[in-house]
């Protein structure tokens, strides 16, 4: 069973700190969801755990069953099991989806071990007739001209061929409407197993009527101020941030440039 | 100082032709031509020097090669390129200065299509290659183009008589083996209403010290014609190659280029093409990999002539080590060619901090009732793009390679023949790794 570690996680962008001492232990089978107002650095957790070079972890650690994941490129820390599902996906010209998938399939698999064509075709019309994708989609190129809400299928279609050990998801429900929301979440349901561990990054509750969390934790300021289980999203859905901030006595602050 | 004298004079060409026994009007054409070549310039690409090139000085204007009993016989680069299964070839290999192999089908034949070799055509059909010969590309134009006719010593000649379609492409395989000079003359005819692709591949199985290569296609599209002519050019480092495809269009008559060029030696490449005739269309695609300290300069032109006549220039070349590749776009509307549209695009890829690449796209306009459009850019590998592959398992390099391999797919996508798409994706391997 995967356990991804992070201990007092400190991550500057340009000289200014943004994450000061983030705490998490996310293992096999669970979901978390992270939850706070804008620019509280719930975007900057997820690419520091992927290794986005622009990101410099300044102070803490995290690892992934007990191997230092901050030692590793980005490439190597996603064929040791990590995933994120991001919220700006690159476009890439020239490069088919379906030729893009199984370089990273065979990228983890290694020389001499490549998935089979027909296997990863067989694979790959299941994945996508699972999330309602049109069948052209395999052949165009990597989310080139792709609507908001293709390419975060497209980005779950990679989670569930990749099958990675812990995913993260950032904002994975923005800008998509309630049907492919529905959709989306379908794909993250069907990947439940002790075998997978989930963190959900969102604004908003209403992901979470799809996906119920195990954890919910809510950031505020740089750090994880309180945790709790599903049925604290929804009072934050109810009654907003303001009763934790005066609970906490924080002041506002925006530590997170909006990407 | 590179020496300018020729090495070649009126006696030796005047034996040349005979030899050949070559029809009086082509020898007449060459002796002029030399006359020419001792006095006019060196043509001037943009942004490139090239006065210190040997483009004229070789010992051996000719070597002879044995034709070839089975294409068995071809070295493994070269049978990469051919489709050696299929039975009904329509085929032409030549090595160095020999024509070695041709091959056309019967159906071809019946249609009276014509696919030769150049010194064949030159006897069997003299009339026809009179009327085409130097046609699109003057002697005059520069010292050059004159060399090339006095001195032509290979290439094909292809003529699709009018209204023959031609569904399966016809290929060229030009093998640089030994040859000091191999001056190629390609022209190919689709007279009117007609249809034909013609593919060709100039590849070196050596490593010659110091070549050179003047190659000049004339591709004639006549009214309601249309020509595809692919190519991929894969000549060896130690090769000066001057390259001049040239289309020239008829009524309603189509020329779309898709050109791999993979040099690895120094390279002029101009490719012009007319629109003559109203209601023409011109479309040319083109990749090119500098690597090494390599200069090349790609130009790549259409200009336009008759009314409603559009034009596509769409160039993506990737540059790295310390080579040079400058790329010239020009879209030029004559006075007169009312209700036209000139665009194009340039796009740059630099992999290396000592690479040149200089990406100028030029229009040129005499013309109100017009439309036209550029786009150009030079960069570099977008880091969010390598961060996005890399975070789904995919090394470093591959992500590079599959990056790069991207941004050259408009155009290798476009090459007709499957095994020389592929040799034009090895090639592209090879020269970005």
Not at chain 2, 246 to 262: N, P, Q, S, V
Not at chain 2, 322 to 342: L, M
Request: hydrophobic share 40%; glycine share 8%.
């Amino acid at each position: 069973m995967a356990v991804l570690t992070i201990k007092d996680l400190h991550v500057s962008v340009e000289g200014k700190e943004i994450l000061k001492g983030v705490n998490l232990e996310i293992k096999g089978g669970e979901f978390h969801a992270i939850m706070g107002p804008n620019g509280t650095g719930k975007s900057t957790l997820s690419a520091a755990i992927m290794g986005h070079p622009k990101y410099e972890v300044t102070k803490g650690s995290i690892t992934l069953d007990g191997q230092n994941v901050l030692e590793m490129e980005v490439d190597e820390r996603a064929r040791a099991g990590l995933f994120l599902a991001m919220q700006y996906p690159s476009e890439i010209s020239g490069v088919t989806n379906a030729d893009f998938l199984r370089a990273a399939i065979n990228a983890r698999r290694g020389e001499g071990n490549e998935i089979s064509l027909m296997k990863f075709i067989r694979q790959l019309d299941e994945k996508m007739a699972f999330l309602e994708m049109n069948p052209d989609m395999a052949h165009r190129y990597l989310n080139e001209g792709f609507s908001g809400g293709e390419k975060k299928r497209n980005e779950i279609l990679q989670l569930m061929m990749l099958q990675p050990k812990i995913a993260i998801l950032d904002e994975i429900d923005s800008g998509l409407d309630i049907d492919a929301l529905k959709i989306v979440a379908k794909g993250v349901n069907e990947m439940r197993s002790n075998d997978f561990g989930c963190l959900i990054i969102t604004h908003y509750q209403r992901l979470l009527n799809y996906i119920t969390p195990d954890y919910v934790h809510v950031m505020m300021q740089g750090r994880i101020v309180k945790s709790g289980g599903p049925e604290l999203a929804q009072r934050l859905e109810a009654e907003g941030y303001d009763w934790i901030k005066k609970e906490l006595g924080i002041e506002d602050e925006v530590v997170e440039q909006e990407a | 100082m590179i020496e300018t004298k020729l090495p070649f004079d009126q006696q030796y060409v005047r034996s040349f032709s005979t030899e050949r026994n070559e029809p009086d009007w082509l020898l007449n054409v060459r002796l002029q031509a030399l006359a020419k070549a001792e006095e006019l310039p060196l043509p001037k690409p943009d942004k490139t020097k090239i006065d210190q090139w040997n483009f004229t000085q070789f010992t051996n204007h000719v070597v002879e090669s044995a034709p070839l009993s089975s294409l068995e016989e071809l070295p493994e680069a070269v049978k990469a390129l051919i489709n050696l299964n299929e039975e009904q070839k329509n085929l032409y290999v030549q090595r160095d200065n020999t024509p070695a192999y041709l091959s056309l089908s019967e159906d071809l034949k019946a249609k009276g299509i014509i696919f030769t070799d150049i010194f064949t055509a030159v006897r069997e059909h003299s009339d026809l290659v009179k009327k085409y010969f130097m046609d699109g590309v003057k002697v005059d134009e520069h010292r050059l183009a004159a060399l090339h006719a006095a001195l032509f010593n290979g290439g094909v000649f292809v003529y699709v008589p009018k209204h023959v379609q031609v569904d399966v492409p016809l290929q060229a395989v030009y093998v640089h083996e030994r040859a000091e000079a191999l001056f190629n003359h390609v022209i190919i005819v689709a007279d009117e209403g007609s249809k034909v692709t013609y593919v060709e591949n100039y590849i070196s199985t050596c490593e010659t010290a110091n070549s050179v290569v003047n190659i000049v296609a004339e591709v004639f599209a006549n009214d309601n014609a249309h020509v595809f002519f692919g190519a991929v050019d894969s000549l060896a480092k130690g090769v000066t190659t001057y390259v001049n495809r040239r289309g020239i269009t008829g009524r309603h008559g189509r020329i779309e280029w898709a050109l791999g060029l993979m040099n690895d030696g120094n390279t002029v490449s101009e490719n012009i093409t007319r629109l003559i005739g109203d209601g023409s269309y011109g479309d040319t695609k083109t990749v090119v990999v500098g690597r090494g300290e390599q200069i090349q300069n790609f130009t790549t032109s259409v200009i336009h002539y008759g009314k409603h006549t559009e034009g596509y220039i769409l160039k993506h070349g990737v540059v790295k080590d310390k080579a040079t590749s400058i790329f010239n776009g020009i879209g030029k509307i004559e006075h007169g060619a009312s209700k036209s549209n000139a665009e194009q695009e340039s796009r740059v890829l630099m992999l290396s901090p000592h690479a040149r690449g200089d990406a100028n796209p030029i229009l040129l306009i005499d013309e109100d009732d017009v439309t036209a459009g550029h786009a150009a850019s030079v960069g570099r590998v977008d880091p969010n793009q390598l961060y996005y592959l890399m975070s789904r398992g995919i090394p470093k390099e591959e992500a590079e390679r599959l990056i790069i391999h991207g941004f050259l797919a408009p155009v290798v996508n476009e090459i007709p023949i499957e095994s020389v798409q592929k040799q034009l994706i090895e090639v592209i391997e090879r020269k970005v790794k």
